[in-house]
């Protein structure tokens, strides 16, 4: 119960582990009194001393370098009192080991060094003599096992920081390509789609009164177009709704249906050369690149009569042609439909090429078929 408010306050853990440190250093501190040789009662000093070292704790993932030098300098005074001895060294430790974890072993042996120093100095002076005692030599066994261990921890908890941020820039960018890939799905078939749509319907509007049966003809195309435009949305929408890859595969295999739509757009299509068989992947982006080549050429060649689309098979390549005969052709500025169709080719190693010919625009894309040479 009340676990939600446990893990949004960090401050229960560090109260909860505090107190239960300070009944281990009082508890400790009360039995070492009375098992030694003369025994002697913890007082009320010592326990309001050692009560005093150990709440510093509640401060430390705050202030772990200060306070590791305050508990060491305490737990040395209170060892040299005589109050009886107990586990206060404790709580230098945990100050060390947070000092470790936070700052790094430089910053946390540099301080560690220094409080040996210190404590060697006010040893001199307290014992009249330079000698060392076997307690010398466990302070800097110690202190060098905890930063070791807090060392090891610091690295293992970086390393797991580092798989997490790799892992969640993945995700990202996986994230990012897949928005990518559906946004120039919805793109290739809504603006072909629209394309066409626009043209017949400009076609019924202009011969309604004259020859309503090719305004018939042309409200027949608009009908297919636009049912074919719904059910590739839809099934793109169904990708998004579950999150599984059943969106309809485009394939050459559909290049004649692409072709008619042109024509019933008023444009004379030729075609030359086959694409042969196709990996999946080359099959669909050459699709969309021809799509979308098409639909610039009902959309923005002025004046066209005429396209060309081309096949041609090279040892490893597939490249694909698509020329117009519009008037008064300019340099085109870069838009969804060819950043989509350079995009598509870049991600199978690919590229795409849209220049201005003596006779209209042509689009050149190069796709590589693996397994060929």
């Known amino acids: 119960m009340h676990y939600w408010w446990r893990a949004r306050n960090p401050w229960f853990g560090r109260v909860f582990r505090t107190f239960v440190v300070l009944a281990f250093v009082l508890g400790g501190s009360s039995a070492s009194g009375r098992w030694q040789h003369a025994p002697q009662l913890l007082s009320p000093l010592g326990a309001g001393w050692l009560a005093a070292t150990v709440l510093t704790l509640l401060l430390v993932h705050r202030y772990p370098l200060p306070l590791f030098v305050l508990t060491a300098a305490s737990a040395y005074a209170y060892y040299l009192s005589p109050e009886p001895g107990g586990p206060v060294i404790i709580v230098p430790t945990i100050a060390l080991f947070v000092l470790t974890r936070q700052k790094g072993p430089v910053v946390a042996g540099s301080t560690g060094?220094?409080?040996?120093?210190?404590?060697?100095?006010v040893h001199i002076i307290v014992a009249q003599t330079f000698a060392l005692s076997a307690w010398a030599l466990f302070a800097v066994v110690w202190m060098a096992a905890v930063i070791g261990i807090a060392t090891a921890v610091r690295f293992q908890f970086a390393a797991v920081a580092a798989r997490r941020e790799q892992a969640d820039e993945h995700r990202h960018r996986m994230a990012e390509q897949e928005?990518?890939?559906?946004?120039?799905?919805?793109?290739?078939?809504?603006?072909?789609?629209?394309?066409?749509?626009?043209?017949?319907?400009?076609?019924?509007?202009?011969?309604?009164?004259?020859?309503?049966?090719?305004?018939?003809?042309?409200?027949l195309n608009i009908k297919a177009a636009s049912a074919s435009a719904l059910n590739d949305l839809r099934a793109t929408l169904a990708v998004l709704r579950s999150g599984e890859n059943r969106a309809p595969a485009p394939s050459l295999a559909q290049v004649d249906e692409l072709l008619d739509h042109t024509r019933a757009a008023g444009l004379a299509v030729e075609l030359h050369g086959e694409a042969g068989d196709l990996p999946a992947p080359v099959d669909g982006a050459a699709y969309r690149i021809l799509q979308e080549s098409l639909t610039n050429v009902v959309r923005h060649a002025d004046g066209a009569q005429r396209v060309e689309v081309r096949f041609e098979r090279k040892p490893g390549t597939l490249v694909l042609i698509v020329r117009d005969d519009g008037r008064g052709t300019v340099q085109p500025t870069p838009g969804h439909g060819l950043r989509g169709m350079r995009e598509r080719a870049t991600a199978l190693g690919g590229?795409?090429?849209?220049?201005?010919?003596?006779?209209?625009?042509?689009?050149?894309?190069?796709?590589?078929?693996?397994?060929?040479?």
């Open 113 to 121: 060094a220094g409080v040996l120093a210190a404590a060697y100095g």
């Open 351 to 373: 590229s795409v090429e849209a220049s201005v010919t003596g006779q209209g625009f042509q689009v050149r894309a190069e796709l590589p078929v693996e397994g060929e040479k």
């Open 179 to 219: 928005r990518l890939r559906i946004a120039r799905e919805v793109h290739d078939v809504v603006a072909h789609s629209l394309a066409m749509i626009n043209v017949q319907a400009g076609v019924a509007a202009h011969v309604a009164d004259r020859r309503p049966e090719q305004a018939k003809e042309a409200l």
